[in-house]
């Protein structure tokens, strides 16, 4: 018991300038980290503020349409509301007013030219307006291609 208490004082009371400065140089460190986590949610904040107006701001589900370019082969036709997009809505952010006269998200355009059979492209969606904020995101649109 003796020993354990011998080795114990002398743990803590050998070399104590080291352990002294050992743990100034943490707390010197600790704090930097501490304001330089808190100089980036102030960066955050104000480029969320500036990106932002500060009307109201609302998410919205929005569904997705598919844009048909083209003219399929002769003899065949696309009927555009029976294409089949997946996923089959986006959620957007922006300004309450903006938000509410937007009504379908679109893809960007599939060429439908010459097509005779039906097929499954990948696209991106097209950019709603300025001020309107979506997750970039790619969907699955298959086309139907019927015979007339």
Do not use: H
Request: glycine share 4%; with cysteine; net charge positive.
């Amino acid at each position: 018991m003796i020993n354990i208490l011998l080795f114990l004082k002398r743990f803590f009371t050998r070399n104590i300038w080291l352990k002294v400065g050992s743990l100034l140089l943490a707390l010197i460190m600790w704090f930097y980290i501490v304001n330089e986590l808190n100089k980036g949610s102030e960066a955050d904040r104000q480029f969320l503020n500036k990106i932002l107006p500060s009307d109201s701001v609302v998410a919205k589900k929005l569904t997705i349409k598919a844009l048909l370019v083209g003219r399929p082969r002769w003899g065949y036709t696309v009927d555009p509301r029976k294409a089949v997009i997946v996923p089959d809505y986006c959620i957007v952010v922006g300004t309450k007013d903006l938000l509410s006269k937007i009504r379908f998200a679109y893809t960007t355009p599939i060429d439908v030219t010459s097509a005779s059979k039906p097929f499954t492209k990948s696209v991106p969606l097209n950019p709603i307006a300025p001020g309107v904020f979506m997750e970039e995101t790619l969907v699955q649109v298959t086309v139907p291609v019927e015979k007339q």
